[in-house]
């Protein structure tokens, strides 16, 4: 087992347990050991507070690396806007003047800032320390002739000069781990824009939201999956009033990948919280009555090892 | 495009006490480097859905030092949505977003936020999280038989997030 320390962020285990779950339930299963970081704080996100005091955002950042570094592990995320945050701090911070400015404030807590522990989104993680081949033996439910759109969002892959994950002109990480459940995945024409949750304005947000969601329709996708909740917030409740707003019909269910991934592993649908969606993921019922019928017993357990 | 000067003046007098001022924030003065050939604008999707929005002439108003047609109440800056398009296509590696955010450091400095914002802010500096934990979230988490979220330490993040005393830490 490798061991990788888990900053599991605000977002997902506030409001959305189920992809924390998720996690926790797919990573053992792929040789992953989740470690738990102590006393993690918020990253702090890359919008707001970043926006008030620059600094003071890297103090923090940096002080939730340093409990990796303390326990000697690389740092896995969960959600794009902690990526950002984690991912730049780690780039920011090896400019040794700015790391001694930083480590100034540091000193306040008794604490110090090495740059060692590497920072990557949980997506980047299994691509590199799995492996798509791994992942697809660990499928027990092939998720065949689904239709999966694809979100990249922001931050897995831009800046490209920090993140280093994939060509961000032309990526295909998400592409892969999609395939690797059996599924097909397709690019709609607006694949490159953002979720637009961070722009502080009804009309920027919202008619870009319009365009995604026409694009992502126009390719009748069964499901759209993502890897940050603050874009899995813009597609499900963004998505009804986007729908109400522009009196169009758009209702393709998003899905955070590793619960798809939980899913095609064996987890019952029922397990996965998707009854909390506003639009749910009701077509991967049938694979669940295909691999009944030739009798997969699986468990659903957090620990699963 | 650049608005609001006064148009009975022939020249731009740059407000150096401006640039000075934004130099001071982490990556602020990266705008130096910008020569205004608008790659960042192509896939800036602030820009293609607001009819105010465009990062090269928000760098061209900073190298103009007309930070004060940037720095107001209703500023376009929070139109950016924050999707770093332009820090990937920018030769210079001026990292417009970047400078950006630097402007909204200064926008706070003068107590302008966004309600929006404001209230996150506070969430983060009163509990250390942005999303706030209630009994709701904990047993919703215990449903997924997760452990209840412990406290942050905020004594810790207090006296991290405290100004440096002498005012010469901002980068
Ligand atoms: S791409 Fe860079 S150099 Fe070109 S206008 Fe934008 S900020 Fe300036
Ligand atoms: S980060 Fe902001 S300014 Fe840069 S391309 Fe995106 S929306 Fe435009």
């Known amino acids: 087992m490798k061991r990788f320390a888990f900053f599991p962020g605000c ?3 506030a409001r959305h347990p189920a992809m924390e779950f998720a996690i926790r339930s797919t990573l053992p299963k792929l040789g992953i050991e989740i470690v738990d970081l102590e006393g993690a704080s918020c990253c702090p996100d890359p919008i707001y507070f970043k926006s008030k005091d ?28 902690c990526t950002a945050t984690l991912s730049e701090t780690y780039h920011l911070l090896q400019d040794l003047e700015l790391r001694a400015q930083v480590n100034e404030r540091l000193k306040r807590i008794g604490k110090e800032y090495r740059g060692t522990a590497r920072v990557r989104h949980i997506a980047t993680l299994v691509r590199d320390e799995v492996g798509y081949e791994v992942i697809r033996q660990s499928v027990v439910r092939p998720l065949e002739d689904l239709k999966v759109a694809i979100h990249y969002g922001c931050h897995l892959l831009k800046p490209s000069r920090i993140m280093q994950v994939d060509d961000p002109n032309n990526p295909t990480v998400l592409e ?8 097909n995945p397709v690019r709609h024409r607006n694949w490159y824009l953002c979720c637009g949750k961070a722009c502080q304005t009804e009309e920027v947000p919202l008619n870009m939201m319009h365009d995604l969601l026409g694009a992502v329709c126009s390719e009748h ?11 899995y917030g813009q597609f499900d409740h963004g998505q009804m009033k986007v729908s109400r707003q522009f009196d169009e019909e758009f209702e393709t269910p998003p899905i955070y ?16 919280g998707f009854e909390r ?25 957090v620990h699963t090892e | 495009m650049v608005q609001g000067r006064n148009n009975s003046q022939e ?36 820009t293609t859905y607001s009819g105010t929005f465009n990062p090269r002439e928000i760098m061209l108003k900073v190298l103009y030092g007309l930070g004060e047609e940037l720095l107001t109440e209703d500023s376009i800056l929070w139109q950016c949505t924050n999707c770093y398009n332009c820090h990937e296509r920018c030769p210079q590696e001026v990292k417009p977003v970047e400078v950006i955010i630097s402007l909204k450091n200064m926008l706070a400095d003068r107590g ?6 404001q209230k996150i802010i506070e969430t983060f500096e009163t509990t250390g999280r942005t999303t706030p934990i209630s009994s709701a979230v904990h047993k919703q988490r215990e449903r997924f038989g997760l452990p209840p979220l412990q406290p942050v330490p905020m004594d810790e993040i207090r006296a991290l997030i405290e100004p440096a005393s002498k005012g010469g830490d901002t980068a």
């Open chain 1, 277 to 301: 969606q506003r639009f749910k993921p009701e077509c991967l019922r049938r694979f669940e009555m295909a691999t009944a019928e030739t009798a997969a017993p699986s468990s659903g357990d």
């Open chain 1, 176 to 183: 892969h781990l999609v395939s690797a459940l059996g599924a």
């Open chain 1, 11 to 13: 977002l997902i285990p």
């Open chain 2, 112 to 117: 302008i936020i966004p309600p929006s914002a």
């Open chain 1, 221 to 231: 996708a069964d499901i759209l999956c993502l890897i940050c909740p603050t874009c």
């Open chain 1, 54 to 81: 620059k600094i003071s955002w890297l103090a923090v950042a940096a002080r939730n690396l340093c409990l990796a570094e303390d326990i000697g592990v690389d740092i896995f995320t969960n959600c794009s806007g």
């Open chain 1, 257 to 272: 990948y590793f619960q798809l991934l939980a899913f095609a592993q064996g987890v019952p649908y029922d397990k996965l």
């Open chain 2, 11 to 46: 020249t731009v007098r740059v407000d150096f006490r401006f640039r000075r001022e934004l130099a001071q924030k982490l990556e602020g003065n990266l705008a130096s480097f910008c020569y205004q050939c608008g790659a960042c604008v192509g896939d800036c999707p602030a």
